[in-house]
């Protein structure tokens, strides 16, 4: 009885659950097809761009699944809660049923009143009946439904389980083959000694940033196609969600000219155009930080990575890869605590600087993806 209780609720909602469903569904396709590019990716020409369209598939992928999940068990969270006051409504249901079903009309015909009171009796269980009924096949659909949307979160979760795990090998993989790679062009030749002063007697990620701007380069690649007609439309490096924009302050109270990105554990940092790698180490109490120079005077400054790729000279294509974030994806697989930017416990600085001036990053990438 109580697993029948349970179901009650799902009356006024069966259309979130099917939501549900097939957003997890679609979800278990996409981690699929990221699977499939997965065991492709070795033969593909050019490996790490491959196994970079596979890692953003698995994330993409896993992100899906995740909301599908959340729906499926806030809804039954919902349910729960609700049909905790309903147990006596459903007692009275069943007790309703077991009275008129095969003995009522046996009832009938010794009724105490005579054949008068069985006619009316007879009456009056004719009008209820079909009440009964209607609300038991409703009861008896519920349960098939609850029964679905249970058996949906624990494949979803298995599903959860084998992304995290294809997710993991393609980062490994990806991480090989960005070692192995020998065919990108180089702008210049880091001079690691004038590097090592200047971090030396850098106090701010901005002075850095500057001083990089004094320190020569021997080209040897062709200058990079200007971005200016791309302002505001260039992709963040990461899926994530701006945590704060420019100027605010944190909760230290510091403000900076960058935005912070919240991003989830071991997500993969992009170049969004073409760019110079200008520097990629660890500096001040930042982290690990990647400065690119789309073009002359430009750099994008991304600070808090756990893992950093790319050499500084290199000149990377569009949508290479240049990091991962920190964090431990595992313990990211609960999906209660999805949406508004939960569950993404990394934060990925990013500045902007043209020439010596900060601007706003929000006026150069696009912040439809969450």
């Known amino acids: 009885m109580r697993r029948l209780a349970l179901i009650l609720g799902l009356w006024a909602a069966p259309l979130v659950a099917q939501d549900a469903g097939a957003q997890a569904r679609a979800a278990a396709e996409a981690l699929e097809a990221a699977s499939v590019l997965l065991g492709t990716a070795e033969e593909a020409q050019d490996r790490v761009a491959a196994l970079t369209d596979t890692v953003r598939a698995y994330e993409d992928g896993m992100a899906a699944m995740r909301e599908g999940l959340r729906a ?63 609300k038991a096949a409703a009861l008896r659909a519920d349960l098939e439904e609850v029964t679905a949307l249970r058996a949906l979160q624990q494949n979803a979760a298995d599903k959860l389980q084998e992304g995290l795990t294809g997710v993991q090998a393609a980062r490994t993989a990806l991480s090989q083959a960005i070692a192995d790679r020998t065919d990108l062009p180089r702008r210049f030749t880091e001079d690691p000694i004038r590097t090592a002063i200047l971090i030396s007697a850098t106090e701010t990620l901005q002075g850095f940033a500057s001083g990089l701007a004094e320190i ?133 600085y990013i500045e902007v600087r043209e020439g010596d001036v900060p601007e706003d990053p929000l006026r150069w990438f696009t912040t439809d993806k969450g």
């Open 72 to 134: 499926a068990t806030i809804r039954e969270t919902e349910l729960s809660r609700k049909l905790a006051a309903q147990e006596a409504e459903v007692a009275r249901l069943l007790g309703a049923l077991m009275a008129v079903g095969d003995r009522a009309a046996a009832r009938t015909l010794v009724h105490p009143e005579g054949p008068l009171g069985a006619a009316r009796s007879g009456m009056l269980v004719a009008s209820v009946t079909p009440g009964l009924a209607d």
């Open 216 to 348: 020569s380069e021997d080209d040897g690649a062709p200058p990079l196609p200007p971005i200016e007609d791309r302002k505001g439309m260039l992709p963040l490096p990461a899926r994530g969600v701006v945590l704060h924009e420019a100027g605010d302050r944190d909760a230290a109270g510091v403000s900076r000219p960058g935005i912070v990105l919240a991003t989830r554990p071991g997500a993969l940092v992009t170049t969004p155009t073409a760019a110079t790698v200008r520097y990629a180490g660890p500096l001040l109490d930042y982290g690990l930080v990647v400065i690119l120079e789309p073009q002359a005077d430009l750099m994008f400054v991304l600070a808090g990575l756990e893992t950093t790729f790319g050499e500084t000279g290199q000149v990377l294509p569009a949508g290479s890869p240049v990091g991962l974030m920190g964090g431990t994806a595992g313990n990211n697989m609960s999906p209660s605590g999805e949406g508004a930017g939960a569950g993404r416990s990394e934060t990925l």
